[in-house]
């Protein structure tokens, strides 16, 4: 059974940083994309960055160059490494997995195309 849980969020001032962990059990590396998603009062869940089997990474473009999204492998943990935040980055914070693609990560996703989920953690920006 796959169980994914969040920790890590808070609130920081815009320029900050702060680094989320996503503790999974019964997810495969081989078999399973990983992704970091974000949704913010009154918008869309909107993917953040994905990780594949052989630890390849994606990133949308708002978050290009500042967030990092990396593993333990033998922790059973996944990072987001968050720097320069901005008040935009504000949002509630999820961890996804699906295996639907074999371990790989496709370019768009959608958050309807992952399986599992963690129960989020808050992210808060200010000015």
């Known amino acids: 059974q796959v169980q994914l849980m969040e920790s890590g969020g808070g609130s920081v001032h815009a320029g900050g940083s702060l680094r989320l962990s996503c503790t999974t059990s019964?997810?495969?590396?081989?078999?399973?994309?990983m992704a970091w998603f974000r949704q913010a009062p009154g918008k869309e869940r909107e993917v953040v960055a994905r990780l594949a089997r052989d630890d390849s990474t994606i990133y949308a473009l708002s978050v290009l160059g500042r967030f990092t999204v990396s593993r333990d492998a033998a922790a059973n943990t996944l990072y987001l490494q968050m720097d320069r935040l901005k008040p935009e980055d504000t949002a509630m914070y999820y961890c996804?997995?699906?295996?639907?693609?074999?371990?790989?990560?496709?370019?768009?996703?959608?958050?309807?195309?992952?399986?599992?989920w963690g129960q989020g953690t808050q992210v808060t920006v200010s000015s």
């Open positions: 019964g997810v495969i590396k081989s078999q399973y994309c």
């Open positions: 996804a997995t699906t295996q639907q693609w074999g371990g790989w990560c496709p370019g768009a996703p959608s958050a309807g195309d992952f399986s599992h």
